[in-house]
């Protein structure tokens, strides 16, 4: 697993632009973590059960359970 951190614009569409060292990347599946300084615009009461068990219950970050 490569772990990323860059600081980069999000457009009016939605587009994540990657810099262009990053190339080899372009195409490929990533999970994305967003951090931003505006304030929460969602809070999780807001969010489904079901959305919150895709989100805190998933294959990938079952490692962390045995810690």
């Not at 860059?6 to 372009?26: A, F, Q, S, V």
């Not at 919150?52 to 294959?59: F, I, K, P, T």
Request: aromatic letters at 8%; hydrophobic letters at 30%.
């Amino acid at each position: 697993m490569l772990a990323l951190e860059i600081t980069t614009t999000i457009d009016n569409t939605g587009t994540i632009h990657l810099p262009t060292e990053y190339r080899n990347l372009y195409g490929k599946s990533a999970r994305l973590i967003v951090l931003t300084q505006e304030p929460e615009i969602r809070d999780f009461y807001q969010c489904s059960e079901k959305s919150l068990e895709n989100v805190w219950n998933n294959d990938e970050d079952s490692v962390y359970d045995e810690l």
